[in-house]
């Protein structure tokens, strides 16, 4: 069968954001709790309801005062303990206030002195939990102190109005605690895609399960699975058999329009269906066979891993027009297609960032084909790159043991030792 596209990577990444695109913007948000909020993307501008702090506190377990009161270098009155959640009363003029840190500032207090400054550096034995005040005591302390010392004033980090996390911000921690910190406890995020992920072979067994002869382990659902997973889709796994094109297809149409999904399950068409392995020239290729009449193209990228590709609007008889990618199935195929075609289709729309590209210089040499963008496996450490394993793309191995992907351009066919060399960071480099 003769492929149905020729493309450059850069033109099947344009067709298969193109393809994703009209989903990916149109799935609507909905308004979710915090807890429940992690690594979601946020659909609207949060801007800030209140300020932060609310009010002028103390940054130090110490003593509110008035600084003019200290140029005289006298020993100060001990005033009254204010407490962290407390409202303290107005500060009297000659005294100085035991306050904890988060405390607010008293009226008329205008700095904070540590209590390591003071004299005695602990606090009298009244300052404790629902101990009664014991007036008379003093303390001394600078006479010089700048107005404003260790004084956290309102809104010295967040000003009411603020815009503070853009619409499309993937929520961290960082960003959670800021939200619960203003007070607000539900976000409006976005809708995560959802993805029915499709691996076919006849020669696949299930992690766990006995092989017959002949038969491998699926590495790419689980593969496939944690990478969607991980960037922000919801997967749907399947259990349909692959016998034949058209088996393979009734199934599948079956599945898209709901049927034999428990009805708390059915969530009408998935946002995408993802396949990987049979879409080469071999003689058994059923996602090829089942689907080319169906709106998906199948062809070839000038890329190695991950030539052959499949992509179109699948529309089956009975169903709604779904997104399909069909990748190829060595493992390492695979998983490439993902960090080159889907992934970055899909990253922007999640909050992801794109993955860091670099210049470095490659520890050794290689040879590359000619007319092809290749991609190989090689692990950053410091600001060294180096082969992690041989080209061939059913190297699950050594793709584990990676945290970039090197690129070597289409037109290029070796590269010296030392030369420099684009490297896609995958991982966390050491
Ligand atoms: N005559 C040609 N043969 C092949 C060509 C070609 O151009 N001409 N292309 C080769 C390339 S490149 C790739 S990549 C593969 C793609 O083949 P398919 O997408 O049809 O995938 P399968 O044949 O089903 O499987 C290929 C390989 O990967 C293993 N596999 C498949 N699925 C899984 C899985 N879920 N987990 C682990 N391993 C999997 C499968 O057993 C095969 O070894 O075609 C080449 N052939
Ligand atoms: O292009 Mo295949 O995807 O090399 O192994």
Not at 177 to 183: F, N
Not at 228 to 239: F, Q, Y
Not at 353 to 358: I, Q, S, T, V
Not at 387 to 416: C, M, W
Request: with cysteine.
């Amino acid at each position: 069968m003769t492929p149905s596209f020729r493309r450059t990577v850069a033109e099947h990444q344009e067709a298969v954001s193109a393809l994703l695109e009209p989903v990916l913007t149109g799935l609507g948000s909905e308004t979710l709790m915090l807890s429940r909020a992690l690594h979601r993307t946020l659909d609207a501008d949060v801007v800030a309801p209140r300020q932060l702090p609310p009010f002028d506190n103390s940054q130090m377990d110490g003593y509110a005062v008035r600084t003019a009161d200290l140029a005289a270098g006298l020993p100060l009155g001990v005033g009254r303990p204010i407490a962290a959640g407390s409202m303290p009363e107005p500060l009297e003029s000659g005294q100085a206030a035991p306050i904890m840190t988060g405390a607010p500032i008293p009226e008329g207090a205008d700095a904070v002195v540590p209590i390591e400054a003071a004299e005695p550096s602990a606090f009298p034995g009244f300052v404790g939990d629902r101990q009664p005040y014991v007036p008379g005591t003093t303390v001394l302390l600078p006479a010089v102190v700048a107005p404003g010392s260790y004084i956290r004033t309102r809104g010295s980090d967040v000003l009411t109005g603020q815009p503070l996390l853009p619409a499309g911000t993937r929520l961290g921690p960082a960003q959670l605690g800021l939200l619960a910190g203003l007070g607000i406890e539900s976000v409006t995020v976005r809708v995560r895609p959802r993805a029915l992920l499709l691996s076919t072979g006849d020669e696949l067994a299930a992690p766990g399960a006995d092989l017959a002869p002949g038969q491998i382990h699926d590495a790419n659902t689980t593969m496939l699975s944690a990478a969607l997973l991980e960037a922000g889709w919801d997967v749907e796994g399947t259990d349909i058999a692959i016998d034949d094109a058209r088996s393979f297809t009734e199934a599948l149409a079956r599945r898209l329009a709901g049927a034999g999904q428990a009805s708390a399950e059915r969530r009408g068409t998935p946002d995408l269906v993802l396949t990987s392995g049979g879409i080469s020239q071999g003689a058994f290729e059923v996602v090829k066979l089942a689907l080319a009449a169906h709106g998906v193209e199948f062809g070839s990228v000038a890329m190695q891993p991950g030539g052959p590709q499949g992509a179109g609007l699948l529309a089956l008889p009975g169903t709604a027009e779904v997104p399909l990618l069909a990748f190829p199935g060595n493992p390492v195929s695979s998983y490439v297609s993902w960090e080159v075609f889907l992934r970055p289709a899909c990253c922007a729309y999640l909050g992801l960032p794109a993955r860091r590209m670099l210049s470095l210089p490659l520890a050794s040499g290689l040879a590359s084909p000619h007319g092809r963008e290749q991609y190989r496996r090689a692990t950053l450490v410091a600001d060294a790159v180096s082969l992690t394993g041989g080209e061939s793309s059913h190297l699950l191995g050594s793709l584990a043991q990676s945290n970039a992907l090197i690129r070597i351009p289409a037109h290029t066919t070796s590269v010296a030792p030392g030369e420099m060399i684009d490297v896609l960071l995958i991982g966390d480099a050491a």
